[in-house]
Every structure is written in C-alpha cells, then in structure tokens.
C-alpha cells in the first residue's frame, strides 16, 4: 500500500498514541507529534483519507481515531522503529532464560544430595536428552521479504522455532525450495550426522543458496544439543571411606576419582529401557565399577529431558530399601518437575 511520508507520520503518530493511552486520537495530539508543521484541518483530511483506506477507525462516541487491524499490520510491517532494550531489560531477559536451568541444577543437586543422605553412599545426578534425537521436519514461513520464521520439530515431538531476518529480500517460491530441499536432506538425522551433511551440501549449493541452508541447519543444530546435553552433579563420595569395602585408600581412590569426574557424564550409568536399573560388579561397564553395585532410576523433566539418580556403593547393599526409595522420590521428581504435580503418598502425614 503507497503511502506519502506525511499519511506514514501521521498514522504512525497515531497507533503510538494510542499504544500508550488507550483513547481515540484527535488531530491536535497528531499535530504535536508528527515532527512537521502542518494544521490540523490538512491532518484531519490525512485522517479521513487513511480512514477510507481501512486503516483507521473512529469510534461512535469520539472524534478521535484508532487503528484498524490492517493500520497496525502496516505499522509493524514499514513504520514500526526498532526498539532498543535497556541494560535492565536485557538483565530481566537473561535471567528469566536462566531460570529454567538454574532450576534443574537445583532440583538434580537437592535429589542427590538427599539420596546420599538417605543410603549413606555416593549419589549422582544428572539431566539427559531422550537418546538418538533427530529433526522430523523443517517449515519455513514467509514474514515479509526479508524475514521468516524457522519451525523445527524432532522425532520426539519437540517444536521449536526462530525469527530470522536477512540482508535481502526473498521470494515465497525460493523459501519453498529451501523448505522442500531441508526435508529431503536434513531430516531423520542426528546431532553427529548433521553438520557432515551440511559440508557435502555446500560442495554443491551456491554461495548464497548455502547461505540460507546453512542459517537453517544451524538452528537445528542448536536444538538438538540443547535436547541432549547433560549435566552431572554427585554428592557424598567421601561416604566411600565410611565403608569396610573402601577403607584402603588404594581400593577408594579410583572410584572417588571416576565419580567426582563430573566435566564426563557419559560414563554415567543411565536406564535403557527401564524406569530402574541394577548394575551389580562386574555388570557395569567402567572398570572402576567393577567390584561395586549401582541403582540409577529415571524420571520425567519434560521437553523431551529425563532426569536420572543413582547410588553408588558395595555389591553388598540393600537393594530393597535403596530401590524403594529411588522409586519414590522418582516419581515424586517426575510429579513436581516434569507435570508441574505435587507428589503424593500414604506416608505424608506419618
């Protein structure tokens, strides 16, 4: 839609009055902010003219003018200014982005520091991605001409999506050959199959074809790492020299050192199949587990996250009374954390 400058200032000053006050617009607050002199009679034709053009709309009982749905849909689209955010906004933005993982990290030290407490053995903790995550598809959806929204959603039913603007413009017919060429190519693959495919594809592609595939693909590429990256946390490993079994230092250390190795959570033990598994000796994997038994449970965070806890300790534990609790305060952390639930139970008031 062709607007001269001084119909563009006039609606502009317009929605954003009425942004701030709520109330119809008349001329005389137009003519203060518009930034040109001109009267109010020329303002009010402006008026009666962006009105015809369904832009503006005058309420029954005022003078005054509003916008339209189609006003703001232009103001957003060509007269809107960027708004800059002040150092105390970007502070409020950030922590609230935070606050989300400073509340796992809380959650997963709190459950192993209890679960230590409770057994009297070394407890770990830690959050994990739901496997092998992989994009299940890719849409793209036009903005305007150098903008679009990027909606990635995984196998695991996680939707994601990011505003991206560019230098340029874009036709619809180009996005939807990204969009057609991202499905074919890109999906059904994981984290460590991803970024090769990216360098095969711009072996062939255009340099600024390349450009928009791999803008995309890095986006996908964040959301899977935040789907699977995993952070560990491990409480009372010096409960280990408590013990008859781990008295020698000798014995001890190796295991005080494989548990405290928190900066490596793969080699953490983690459920396949099972909402519980028991790993006894020889069963485990590491060798620093060898002569020892773990009981690591999982439970539900959400967004595709479990949370896992185990105990480690001598093959001679109690596996009832560690597994009962485990069990318990799982599905407790599934309650609370994954479904926003307060656990219950017959022994609350006991």
């Known amino acids: 839609?062709?607007?001269?400058?001084?119909?563009?200032?006039?609606?502009?000053?317009?929605?954003?009055?009425?942004?701030?006050?709520?109330?119809?617009?008349?001329?005389?607050?137009?003519?203060a902010n518009i930034g040109i002199e001109v009267s109010s009679a020329?303002?009010?034709?402006?008026?009666?003219?962006l009105e015809s053009m369904g832009l503006l709309e005058k309420p029954h009982t005022s003078a005054g003018r509003v916008p339209s749905p189609l006003g703001y849909r232009l103001y957003v689209n060509e007269l809107m200014e960027e708004h800059k955010l002040s150092i105390q906004e970007t502070q409020r933005i950030n922590q609230a982005l935070r606050m989300k993982m400073r509340e796992l990290d809380r959650v997963l030290t709190e459950a192993g520091r209890v679960v230590s407490q409770l057994t009297n053995y070394p407890a770990f903790a830690l959050s994990s991605g739901s496997g092998r995550v992989t994009i299940r598809r890719f849409d793209l959806l036009m903005v305007e001409r150098n903008a679009f929204i990027i909606v990635v959603m995984t196998d695991t039913n996680i939707v994601?999506?990011?505003?991206?603007?560019?230098?340029?413009?874009?036709?619809?017919?180009?996005?939807q050959m990204l969009n057609t060429l991202l499905n074919t190519t890109f999906t059904g693959l994981s984290l460590e199959e991803i970024t090769p495919e990216l360098m095969r594809v711009a072996q062939h592609a255009a340099g600024e074809a390349y450009g928009l595939i791999s803008l995309v693909v890095s986006f996908a590429i964040e959301v899977l790492e935040a789907l699977e990256q995993r952070t560990v946390h491990t409480s009372g490993i010096t409960h280990l020299l408590e013990l008859p079994e781990y008295r020698s230092l000798d014995r001890a250390q190796p295991l005080m050192s494989y548990l405290s190795d928190e900066n490596d959570p793969a080699h953490f033990p983690i459920p396949k199949d099972n909402p519980m598994d028991i790993l006894i000796g020889p069963e485990n994997v590491a060798d620093?587990?060898?002569?020892?038994?773990?009981?690591?449970?999982?439970?539900?965070?959400?967004?595709?996250?479990?949370?896992?806890?185990?105990?480690?300790?001598?093959?001679?534990?109690?596996?009832?009374?560690?597994?009962?609790?485990?069990?318990?305060l799982a599905e407790g952390l599934s309650r609370l954390f994954g479904r926003g639930e307060l656990p219950g139970g017959t022994d609350d008031k006991k």
């Open 42 to 49: 020329t303002i009010r034709n402006e008026m009666a003219d």
């Open 288 to 328: 620093a587990l060898k002569d020892s038994s773990v009981v690591v449970a999982s439970y539900d965070i959400g967004d595709g996250m479990r949370g896992v806890i185990g105990v480690v300790g001598p093959t001679r534990m109690d596996y009832a009374k560690i597994t009962a609790r485990l069990s318990y």
């Open 160 to 175: 994601r999506n990011r505003l991206m603007r560019l230098p340029s413009d874009l036709t619809e017919a180009q996005l």
């Open 1 to 31: 839609m062709d607007l001269t400058e001084r119909k563009k200032r006039i609606l502009r000053a317009i929605i954003e009055s009425y942004i701030e006050t709520a109330e119809p617009v008349g001329s005389k607050a137009v003519a």
